[in-house]
């Protein structure tokens, strides 16, 4: 399982109902190729900037029910209206591509939740109006494993991150347990980084597990789907307490074994 920006989607799960394929691939196309501006290649930051501006004015386009020329927005536009997808999740997650860009450090947990709020959670509330079942409940729960996902693939790609120049670790936390920058820079996963990890885990576990109970809620394929990316998502937790938090030297990722044991939770919860 690749806990990360937008591989989450189930673009190609068997238990996504075919019918909704088309619209979960239109609105991946979207959300992936947004990613890819505000994060590959060379461009310099005003070009990123100005290219998810564009997007920005697509998506007035879609809500003005205009002609969007490019296949990508013609995709996204057509499923938008055959499912009444709201747009405000999609203005959400180009203004977190935009802070990307430009944003490098979080100084508390709730910044970096906000960052979340608008980077992962738009994610399950698409789906969930997919699937006719944006309650509130299930938004808020949807949430919390969005979130939670999203926290979980900044702890196993902190190395990764670095190489961006980027820290999605609080500073908070980082001086809370004494780890520099310089610690990132050097790999150094000694006992304060050890303790420091310790915390994010449990700090995502305990917000993954807040909203699991929606995937028992929901009927059907979706509720299956999401039991798996639920206890994928705590596995990989796992994985990083297994390495004693040195994901610099190891990178948590799920293999074969993994899966068996994410179905067998996953059909037990």
Same mark, same amino acid.
């Given at each position: 399982?690749?806990?990360?920006?937008?591989?989450?989607?189930?673009?190609?799960?068997?238990?996504?109902?075919?019918?909704?394929?088309?619209?979960?691939?239109?609105?991946?196309?979207?959300?992936?190729?947004?990613?890819?501006?505000?994060?590959?290649?060379?461009?310099?930051?005003?070009?990123?900037?100005?290219?998810?501006?564009?997007?920005?004015?697509?998506?007035?386009?879609?809500?003005?029910?205009?002609?969007?020329?490019?296949?990508?927005?013609?995709?996204?536009?057509?499923?938008?209206?055959?499912?009444?997808?709201?747009?405000?999740?999609?203005?959400?997650?180009?203004?977190?591509?935009?802070?990307?860009?430009?944003?490098?450090?979080?100084?508390?947990?709730?910044?970096?939740?906000?960052?979340?709020?608008?980077?992962?959670?738009?994610?399950?509330?698409?789906?969930?109006?997919?699937?006719?079942?944006?309650? /509130? $409940?299930?938004?808020? @729960?949807?949430? %919390?494993?969005?979130?939670?996902?999203? +926290?979980?693939? &900044?702890?196993?790609?902190? #190395?990764?991150?670095?190489?961006?120049?980027?820290?999605?670790?609080?500073?908070?936390?980082?001086?809370?347990?004494?780890?520099? /920058? $310089?610690?990132?820079? @050097?790999?150094? %996963?000694?006992?304060?980084?050890?303790? +420091?990890?310790? &915390?994010?885990?449990?700090? #995502?576990?305990?917000?993954?597990?807040?909203?699991?109970?929606?995937?028992?809620?929901?009927?059907?394929?979706?509720?299956?789907?999401?039991?798996?990316?639920?206890?994928?998502?705590?596995?990989?937790?796992?994985?990083?307490?297994?390495?004693?938090?040195?994901?610099?030297?190891?990178?948590?990722?799920?293999?074969?074994?993994?899966?068996?044991?994410?179905?067998?939770?996953?059909?037990?919860?």
């Amino acid at each position: 399982m690749a806990v990360d920006h937008y591989e989450n989607f189930p673009v190609a799960s068997l238990l996504l109902p075919a019918r909704l394929r088309p619209a979960v691939s239109a609105i991946y196309g979207f959300a992936r190729s947004a990613d890819d501006i505000a994060d590959e290649g060379d461009a310099q930051p005003a070009q990123r900037l100005a290219a998810l501006q564009d997007y920005e004015q697509q998506l007035d386009l879609i809500a003005q029910a205009g002609h969007c020329k490019a296949p990508i927005f013609r995709r996204l536009q057509d499923t938008i209206r055959k499912h009444q997808l709201p747009l405000q999740p999609m203005r959400d997650l180009l203004s977190a591509f935009k802070q990307d860009v430009v944003t490098t450090r979080y100084a508390r947990y709730e910044d970096l939740l906000d960052y979340c709020r608008r980077s992962a959670n738009p994610v399950g509330a698409l789906m969930l109006h997919l699937y006719e079942a944006p309650t /509130e $409940q299930n938004l808020r @729960d949807s949430d %919390a494993i969005c979130s939670a996902l999203q +926290l979980i693939n &900044f702890w196993q790609d902190v #190395a990764i991150d670095w190489q961006k120049s980027r820290i999605y670790l609080p500073l908070e936390d980082l001086e809370r347990f004494g780890v520099k /920058e $310089q610690d990132i820079a @050097d790999a150094q %996963a000694d006992a304060r980084w050890q303790a +420091l990890m310790r &915390f994010e885990v449990e700090r #995502a576990r305990a917000l993954m597990l807040s909203g699991a109970p929606l995937a028992k809620r929901l009927p059907g394929r979706i509720g299956w789907e999401l039991r798996l990316v639920v206890q994928g998502g705590l596995r990989i937790l796992e994985r990083i307490e297994r390495v004693n938090g040195d994901v610099f030297r190891h990178r948590p990722k799920l293999g074969k074994t993994d899966w068996l044991t994410v179905g067998w939770r996953g059909l037990t919860m």
